[in-house]
């Protein structure tokens, strides 16, 4: 095909896109077993004595194996609200205390395929299951979370975001121009369009109550780019520092719980904003049972070595402007206040591995690593929380689904440690 013009490229890629729509996931059942065994953890018999006692609440769809009841995400999230204005309601509670806000937390792997977006979808709907208002922002090109949870990869994504940090910023040095009698500076169109992109209209609800989505658009490919071209035009606009202040200005941290960010391959400028708007660096390792587990080591220690050069050639460059504006050098600290390590693709076989990487990496290791998921691995399933215990049988499927959720638990007591920290600070 011979094509002429950027206009004929761009109809062919949508012809593309058009013809690979992603499909819609359905809302998956979960069955008592379920709820009772990991999600509300109480007798089955105490859940259908509720149930018959409560008819307003969902009683869910019986099913053919053995009679049991099914329920749809929207009925667990109903039955969750009940159970927590019972007596016994604090332990199904899984909210932030007063006086904190939404932990941000970044999966960071800079040198690629170590389990950055399974980890975070897994983490997400995990933390959705237990009650708490989570949001993915994709920060991947690769844009892998849209498709995990059947949503389009459309829309400007993180980039508006970032964009109206860099479009605010602009506006008040015209401002400030002005009242000098100085012509104001020309703003570009794409920060204009994202000054006027209202951010709630990017998120997207997933079929998990309680979990939504900040897509990575096809755009997301160029805004190492885009980034870098604002900045020319804004030598004051600090790229690595706009993340962290969208989520702020845009009031995300009090309208959610939990932030989780996904990032790409290497260390761009978006890479770095997403990183550095991190309280909490989450970084995936893969276990192997084969001499390969040195080099999931040596890879992670090379990311880190790089990310640590990125962090302080951009303090150097603030330390910079700051003498060049007669102000006090800034303390040299690192932009998040917490490194862990999450193993993941455990199987049998990597006991031994764990076992090892616990006595080298010590408390930023988590204790619990995520399973090794055959269908997750040969692309059946995108999601573990999409699949059907039926399709693995119950014997199979258990001691997978309680390997995920002791890898949630470890997890969120780390969360409650962090907020714990914010309340004292408060």
């Given at each position: 095909?011979?094509l002429?013009?950027?206009?004929?490229l761009v109809?062919?890629?949508?012809?593309?896109?058009?013809q690979s729509?992603?499909?819609?996931?359905?809302?998956r059942?979960?069955s008592?077993w379920e709820?009772t065994?990991?999600i509300?953890?109480m007798?089955p018999e105490?859940l259908?004595?509720?149930?018959?006692?409560?008819?307003h609440?969902?009683?869910?769809?019986?099913?053919?194996?053995?009679?049991?009841?099914?329920?749809?995400?929207?009925?667990?999230?109903?039955?969750?609200?009940?159970?927590?204005t019972?007596?016994?309601?604090?332990?199904?509670?899984?909210?932030?205390?007063?006086?904190s806000?939404?932990?941000?937390?970044a999966?960071a792997?800079?040198?690629?395929?170590s389990g950055r977006?399974?980890?975070l979808?897994?983490?997400a709907?995990?933390a959705?299951?237990?009650?708490?208002r989570?949001?993915m922002?994709?920060?991947?090109?690769a844009?892998r979370?849209?498709?995990?949870?059947?949503l389009p990869?459309?829309?400007?994504?993180?980039?508006?975001?970032?964009?109206?940090t860099?479009?605010?910023?602009?506006r008040r040095?015209?401002e400030?121009?002005l009242?000098r009698g100085?012509?104001?500076?020309?703003?570009?169109?794409?920060l204009?369009?994202?000054?006027?992109?209202p951010?709630?209209?990017?998120?997207?609800?997933?079929?998990?109550?309680g979990?939504?989505?900040?897509?990575?658009g096809?755009?997301l490919?160029?805004?190492d780019?885009?980034?870098?071209?604002?900045?020319?035009g804004?030598r004051?606009w600090?790229?690595?520092?706009a993340?962290?202040?969208?989520l702020?200005?845009?009031?995300?941290r009090?309208r959610?719980?939990?932030?989780?960010?996904?990032?790409?391959?290497?260390?761009?400028s978006?890479?770095?904003?997403?990183?550095n708007a991190?309280?909490?660096?989450?970084a995936?390792?893969?276990?192997?049972?084969?001499?390969?587990?040195m080099?999931?080591?040596?890879?992670?220690g090379?990311?880190?070595?790089a990310?640590?050069?990125?962090?302080a050639d951009?303090?150097a460059?603030?330390?910079m402007?700051?003498?060049?504006l007669?102000q006090l050098l800034?303390?040299?600290?690192?932009?998040?206040?917490?490194?862990?390590v999450?193993p993941?693709?455990a199987?049998?076989a990597?006991a031994?591995?764990?076992?090892?990487?616990?006595a080298k990496?010590g408390?930023?290791?988590?204790?619990?690593?995520?399973?090794?998921?055959a269908?997750?691995a040969t692309g059946?399933m995108?999601?573990?929380?999409?699949?059907?215990y039926?399709?693995?049988?119950?014997?199979?499927?258990?001691p997978?689904?309680?390997?995920?959720?002791?890898?949630?638990t470890g997890?969120?007591?780390?969360?409650?440690?962090h907020w714990?920290a914010?309340?004292k600070?408060?």
């Amino acid at each position: 095909m011979q094509l002429t013009s950027p206009a004929e490229l761009v109809a062919f890629a949508q012809g593309c896109r058009d013809q690979s729509a992603t499909a819609v996931v359905p809302s998956r059942l979960i069955s008592i077993w379920e709820i009772t065994q990991w999600i509300l953890p109480m007798a089955p018999e105490h859940l259908r004595r509720v149930l018959a006692a409560e008819p307003h609440l969902p009683q869910g769809m019986t099913g053919t194996e053995g009679g049991t009841r099914w329920f749809t995400p929207a009925d667990v999230a109903a039955l969750r609200r009940h159970f927590t204005t019972g007596p016994r309601g604090r332990r199904y509670l899984a909210n932030r205390p007063a006086g904190s806000q939404a932990a941000v937390v970044a999966l960071a792997g800079p040198q690629g395929a170590s389990g950055r977006s399974s980890s975070l979808i897994h983490l997400a709907t995990a933390a959705a299951l237990a009650g708490l208002r989570v949001l993915m922002i994709d920060a991947d090109p690769a844009g892998r979370l849209a498709a995990a949870y059947g949503l389009p990869a459309e829309g400007a994504g993180v980039t508006a975001l970032l964009g109206q940090t860099a479009a605010v910023q602009l506006r008040r040095l015209n401002e400030a121009r002005l009242d000098r009698g100085e012509s104001p500076l020309a703003m570009a169109e794409s920060l204009a369009r994202a000054l006027a992109t209202p951010l709630p209209d990017l998120i997207r609800p997933t079929v998990w109550p309680g979990l939504d989505l900040l897509a990575a658009g096809p755009d997301l490919m160029q805004a190492d780019l885009q980034i870098l071209s604002w900045r020319a035009g804004l030598r004051g606009w600090q790229p690595w520092q706009a993340l962290a202040a969208g989520l702020q200005t845009e009031g995300l941290r009090d309208r959610y719980d939990l932030i989780l960010i996904d990032t790409g391959r290497g260390l761009g400028s978006l890479a770095l904003a997403a990183l550095n708007a991190a309280e909490i660096l989450l970084a995936p390792i893969p276990l192997h049972s084969d001499p390969q587990h040195m080099a999931a080591l040596n890879a992670l220690g090379s990311g880190l070595t790089a990310l640590g050069q990125a962090v302080a050639d951009q303090q150097a460059e603030a330390a910079m402007t700051a003498r060049a504006l007669g102000q006090l050098l800034p303390e040299a600290t690192l932009p998040w206040q917490r490194l862990l390590v999450l193993p993941v693709r455990a199987t049998p076989a990597t006991a031994a591995q764990a076992g090892g990487f616990a006595a080298k990496l010590g408390a930023a290791l988590l204790p619990n690593p995520l399973p090794e998921l055959a269908v997750l691995a040969t692309g059946q399933m995108r999601n573990f929380y999409d699949l059907d215990y039926r399709d693995l049988g119950r014997q199979d499927y258990g001691p997978l689904r309680q390997a995920c959720q002791d890898g949630w638990t470890g997890f969120a007591s780390v969360l409650q440690q962090h907020w714990a920290a914010q309340g004292k600070l408060v």
